[in-house]
C-alpha cells in the first residue's frame, strides 16, 4: 500500500532537479557612499590637515574646544555670508540696497552642520564620546553666539546661481462658475454626480 504522499514528487538533488541553494552570490558593486558620509569624510580630512599644518603640529589627543573654535574662525576666510559689522549703515537690514566692504563669513547653519559631522566622525575613528572636542561646551557657545550675532547683523548668503530645470505641468485652477469648485487634479467639486446628471 502505497502512502498518501506518494503522488506528488520531492526534488532529487542527486537527479540535478532540485538545484539547492547556490553557494555563487552573485556580486554587489561596492554601496556608494551617501551624501552625508562623503561630505563627512572631506570634513574630518580637512580637520586633519588642519592639525598638521597647525604651528606646531597638533596631535588629536590633545586637541581641545578651543582648537576647534580656532579652526571655525580660520574657515571663516573661505566663506560666503556677508555679515556687516556694527558699524556698517546697513547693519541688521535684510537686503542692503548697495555693496559694502563688511566681510564674508561661514553662515551659522555651515558651522552647526559641519561640526555635527565632525563630532560623529570622531567617534566613528576611535575617539571617545566623553572626550569629543566637538562637543564641548565652549563650542556650543561659540555657535550660540555666531548665530545670534549674524541674526543682529542680518547676514545675507550670496545668492546662488539656479540650475535650469525642465519645466513641470502644473494644474491650474479655473472658476467654471461661481458655485462650481476646482480641484488640484481638475475635477470639478460642484459638479453632480452621474447619478444625478443624468435622469430616471
Not at 570634513?43 to 588642519?50: E, H, I, P
Request: aromatic fraction near 8%.
Amino acid at each position: 500500500m502505497e502512502s498518501a504522499d506518494s503522488g506528488s514528487q520531492r526534488p532529487d538533488p542527486a537527479n540535478g532537479s532540485d538545484p539547492g541553494p547556490s553557494l555563487v552570490t552573485p556580486s554587489s558593486p561596492p554601496a556608494t557612499p551617501s551624501r552625508y558620509e562623503s561630505q563627512k569624510r572631506r570634513d574630518w580630512n580637512t580637520f586633519l590637515q588642519y592639525l598638521k599644518n597647525h604651528k606646531p603640529p597638533l596631535a588629536l589627543s590633545r586637541c581641545s574646544g578651543a582648537h576647534v573654535i580656532e579652526f571655525l574662525k580660520y574657515l571663516d576666510q573661505f566663506g560666503k555670508t556677508k555679515v556687516h559689522v556694527a558699524v556698517c549703515p546697513y547693519f541688521g537690514h535684510q537686503q542692503p540696497p548697495s555693496p559694502c566692504a563688511c566681510p564674508l563669513k561661514q553662515a551659522w547653519g555651515s558651522l552647526d552642520a559641519l561640526i555635527g559631522r565632525l563630532r560623529a566622525a570622531y567617534e566613528e575613528n576611535g575617539g571617545r564620546p566623553d572626550s569629543n572636542p566637538f562637543a564641548a561646551r565652549a563650542v556650543r557657545i561659540y555657535l550660540r553666539e555666531v548665530r545670534e550675532s549674524q541674526a543682529k547683523a542680518r547676514g545675507i548668503p550670496y545668492e546662488k546661481k539656479k540650475r535650469k530645470r525642465p519645466p513641470t505641468v502644473s494644474t491650474v485652477r479655473v472658476d467654471v462658475a461661481p458655485s462650481r469648485q476646482i480641484d488640484g487634479d481638475g475635477c470639478n467639486l460642484g459638479a453632480p454626480s452621474v447619478s444625478e446628471a443624468v435622469p430616471p
